[in-house]
Each structure stands twice: as structure tokens, then as C-alpha cells.
């Protein structure tokens, strides 16, 4: 069984920052790419893709966070990181960590969700 838990988030004032982190926890035998969707609270709104990063370390980001958010990891502590800065009104949303994961007994890696954590910014 696989675990990812993320923290760090809250209310923050525009142009603020914030750190989410997520840790994966569990029979992990190896984790491949790491990623932090977000999903705004509008209805219908899709989870949409912030940020990933590679087990080598190459990242990718959507166009509207690129130069103010950064994603990082400690593979030591399997644990990704989002920092957030200069946050925007935008950016509220519930973040989500996600992850690659090769279990022991599985046949390969396959997808796990963290439960998400609530970032809401003020104007």
C-alpha cells in the first residue's frame, strides 16, 4: 500500500508564497515522475497539470505558473515540493500531488494520488 500525503497549504495574501510538499510513503520499491495537479472550485473545472519532475530531475511546467512556482524532490525522502511565489487569486485551488510508483508485488509503476491540500490566495 502506497500513501502520498501533501501539507502546506492555507490562505495566503496576493504576492505571497507558499511551500506544499508531499510525501510518498508504503511498500516503494522505486518512484518514477512526480507531479502537482491543481483543480479550481468552479463547477466543471478539470484537474489541470502545474508542474512534474523527473526521477532525473527535469521538470516541466504549465505556461501559467512558469517563473513563480518551482518544483523540486528529495528522492532520499521520496517527497516532492511545489514553492509558490508571487501567488496570484488564480492559483486557488485544491493542489494535488501525484506519483509513479513501482510497489513490491506489482508489474510495474503505476499512478497514486495524494487527498489534496487547499490553497486559497486573497486579493
Known amino acids: 500500500q502506497v500513501q502520498l500525503v501533501e501539507s502546506g497549504g492555507g490562505l495566503v495574501q496576493a504576492g505571497g508564497s507558499l511551500r506544499l510538499s508531499c510525501a510518498a510513503s508504503g511498500s516503494i520499491l522505486s518512484i518514477n515522475a512526480m507531479r502537482w495537479y491543481r483543480q479550481a472550485p468552479a463547477p466543471g473545472n478539470q484537474r489541470e497539470l502545474v508542474?512534474?519532475?523527473?526521477?532525473?530531475?527535469?521538470?516541466n511546467y504549465a505556461d501559467s505558473v512558469k517563473g513563480r512556482f518551482t518544483i523540486s524532490r528529495d528522492t532520499a525522502k521520496n517527497t516532492v515540493y511545489l514553492q509558490m511565489n508571487s501567488l496570484k487569486p488564480e492559483d486557488t485551488a485544491v493542489y494535488y500531488c501525484?506519483?509513479?510508483?513501482?510497489?513490491?508485488?506489482?508489474?510495474?509503476?503505476?499512478?497514486?494520488w495524494g487527498q489534496g491540500t487547499q490553497v486559497t490566495v486573497s486579493s
Open positions: 501525484n506519483a509513479d510508483i513501482y510497489t513490491y508485488g506489482s508489474l510495474g509503476y503505476y499512478a497514486h
Open positions: 508542474a512534474a519532475i523527473s526521477s532525473g530531475g527535469s521538470t
